[in-house]
């Protein structure tokens, strides 16, 4: 089955890229290797914004890091024309809006990992960092960056 024919399964349509809100670019490709700009967790178009430990529950949290997978999907399309195109999901760098006593970062980010790793298969069995941070912009609850290697 391919990456299109899992995500229609799912009922999942891929979004276009959002212009970057700074000065960076929404992706850079050098050789073979696709880095990706950090996409913020979004719902209803807005920035979904909430500290976990505090406004928002790890399960909540775990939503809104697939809803930022989904964002990273669509941007990896724009890049390649071709999902079928990326080799391997390399690494995902997750930052969670948390309190500082809040210590479940790695589970929200699980929210990424599982969705792509459903969508590409073991090629989307990724190294992961996971970090609680004291703000991410916009106050939004999740922010994730993206390796991707390309065929």
């Not at 890049?79 to 589970?107: C, M, W």
């Amino acid at each position: 089955m391919s990456v299109y024919e899992k995500l229609s399964a799912l009922g999942i349509s891929l979004p276009p890229v959002t212009p970057p809100a700074a000065a960076f670019l929404p992706f850079v490709r050098t050789g073979n290797l696709l880095f990706v700009s950090g996409h913020i967790a979004k719902k209803d178009g807005q920035p979904w914004a909430g500290k976990l430990g505090a406004d928002l529950t790890t399960a909540q949290g775990k939503e809104a890091a697939k809803e930022v997978a989904i964002q990273l999907m669509g941007t990896l399309h724009a890049a390649t024309g071709d999902l079928n195109q990326i080799a391997r999901i390399v690494k995902l760098l997750v930052l969670v809006n948390s309190t500082p006593t809040f210590t479940e970062e790695h589970l929200v980010a699980n929210g990424a990992s599982e969705l792509l790793g459903e969508i590409f298969g073991a090629p989307g069995k990724h190294a992961r960092s996971a970090f609680g941070v004291a703000q991410i912009p916009l106050g939004a609850c999740v922010e994730i960056e993206l390796i991707a290697e390309l065929r």
